[in-house]
């Protein structure tokens, strides 16, 4: 079974702070996700990675950076936390771009 | 534009009783449908997928979803109803220009025993 790990489950951070939310997948898989969860909203993809040191923009980037310096590992950053960042993170990996996306359990961010 | 439409914010169905739970889409190439599941405080987890062939698709825990093509269409369903299948489901589509997965807002499905 595809297994993604989040380096953790529920975050407080201050206004201001720099952020780092870490994904690991261990499927070998070439792409990787980052989303935010919002009520009403749905998923919206932030950032999206194809392969090592690749990325992308996705809906919503503003206020977000990515890293990806290993196949396995997908490092969301928020650079300067706000409260509007306060909000459910989620990754997920693929074996391709457009196909089945396996998640992890998510790291529910409160910014204070 | 790739969209995808979950028109019932909740649904409800009591124990045992058929459930389906709707989406609609449109995109500009074959889609690739699929639906997800997630329970309070997790992750997504992946139920069922189309991608060609059989426009019935049957999926993890009973839970099978019909694509039909004329409607754009991709309901979840099942035919009889537990109360752990309570949760929030996603509908979600990839087709067109763009390999990315664009997601529903969610149905909240709450069976009631």
């Known amino acids: 079974d595809v297994k993604v790990t989040q380096s953790s489950r529920y975050l407080v951070k201050r206004t201001g702070e720099k952020v780092f939310l870490e994904c690991v997948q261990d499927m070998d898989h070439e792409n990787m996700f980052w989303y935010r969860q919002d009520p009403g909203l749905g998923l919206r993809l932030i950032y999206f990675s194809y392969d090592v040191k690749m990325k992308e923009k996705g809906d919503i980037p503003e206020g977000y950076s990515v890293s990806r310096e290993k196949k396995e590992r997908f490092s969301l950053i928020l650079e300067s936390a706000s409260t509007n960042q306060t909000s459910m993170y989620l990754c997920?990996?693929?074996?391709?771009?457009?196909?089945?996306?396996?998640f992890g359990p998510g790291t529910r961010l409160l910014v204070l | 534009a790739q969209s995808v439409a979950q028109p019932e914010d909740q649904v409800n169905v009591a124990e045992g009783n058929p459930l389906t739970v709707k989406c609609t889409y449109s995109v500009s190439g074959n889609p690739y449908l699929f639906w997800y599941v997630q329970y309070p405080n997790r992750g997504l987890q992946f139920l069922l997928k189309?991608?060609?062939?059989?426009?019935l698709v049957k999926g993890s825990y009973g839970f099978e979803a019909e694509f039909n093509k004329s409607q754009t269409s991709f309901h979840l369903k099942k035919p009889s109803a537990l109360v752990s299948d309570s949760a929030l489901y996603f509908c979600a589509v990839n087709g067109g220009a763009t390999n990315k997965l664009i997601f529903g807002t969610g149905t909240l499905l709450a069976v009631q025993p």
């Open positions: 997920a990996s693929s074996l391709f771009p457009g196909g089945t996306q396996y």
């Open positions: 189309y991608i060609t062939g059989d426009n």
